[in-house]
């Protein structure tokens, strides 16, 4: 069964920085496709960041530039540094991985193409 926790959430204001990580077990991050994703109150859940097994990154145009998904194998983690956050970063944050061990799309990322999910954490930017 596979097992992923995030954490790192809190409050920061406009411009400051947060690292979320997601505790992952019951598979193999190596071989593993994941990402991280959010949802904000009153909006659908949107990919934020993705990382494959060989490091190829997809991030989503809004973040791209500000934020930086990062696996570490050995801890079994995969963090997300986030940079310069603005109000509209405020969200829920999960992380994701798939069945499957590969990557649907390496241009895109869809919330129907994974499948097992964290609990999220929560990020609020006050401006």
């Known amino acids: 069964q596979s097992q992923l926790m995030e954490s790192g959430g809190g409050s920061v204001e406009a411009g400051g920085s947060l690292r979320l990580s997601c505790s992952v077990g019951?598979?193999?991050?190596?071989?593993?496709?994941l990402a991280w994703f959010r949802q904000a109150p009153g909006k659908e859940r949107e990919g934020v960041a993705q990382i494959n097994q060989v490091g190829n990154l997809v991030y989503e145009d809004a973040v791209r530039g500000r934020f930086t998904i990062s696996k570490d194998n050995a801890k079994s983690t995969v963090d997300l540094q986030m940079n310069n956050l603005q109000p509209e970063d405020t969200a829920m944050y999960y992380c994701?991985?798939?069945?499957?061990?590969?990557?649907?799309?390496?241009?895109?990322?869809?919330?129907?193409?994974?499948?097992?999910w964290g609990q999220g954490t929560q990020v609020t930017v006050s401006s």
């Open positions: 019951g598979f193999t991050l190596s071989t593993s496709c």
């Open positions: 994701a991985t798939r069945r499957e061990q590969y990557c649907a799309s390496l241009a895109y990322i869809r919330t129907d193409d994974f499948h097992y």
